[in-house]
């Protein structure tokens, strides 16, 4: 595992957010002077930060790195829909709070699926 090699990488997309353009034009390229497994390459591509996370990356470098990858719309939702496995978190919330969260989030990215659908844009994340 070379959790210490993901993390330089997050942090130097943190330090110069024009590395970002280069990671996007060619990930695999990108990634060529990283000692990184192939497993860790593509749970990058994925931004799989709970696969990351539970190998040792910091948890905070996967949370600054997410908004550069993913952009800032669902932040912290989807972010943290990924480091729940899958579901949101109640956070504490009453049920009708937490139902109504998810309601509105589903709501949402059906809307920003449509939209994109419509402006030509449908291949980008909702």
Avoid: H
Wanted: negative net charge; aromatic residues 12%.
């Amino acid at each position: 595992m070379s959790a210490n090699a993901v993390e330089r990488l997050f942090w130097e997309f943190g330090d110069d957010p024009s590395r970002m353009d280069r990671f996007n034009a060619d990930p695999e390229a990108y990634m060529a002077d990283y000692d990184l497994e192939p497993w860790e390459r593509q749970a990058i591509i994925d931004m799989d930060v709970r696969k990351l996370t539970d190998s040792g990356v910091s948890t905070l470098l996967a949370m600054m790195v997410w908004p550069m990858m993913n952009g800032t719309g669902d932040i912290p939702f989807d972010y943290l829909k990924r480091m729940n496995y899958g579901t949101l978190p109640r956070m504490g919330l009453k049920t009708s709070d937490y139902m109504g969260l998810r309601t509105f989030l589903a709501v949402r990215g059906a809307w920003r699926r449509v939209k994109n659908l419509f402006s030509g844009t449908a291949g980008q994340p909702a």
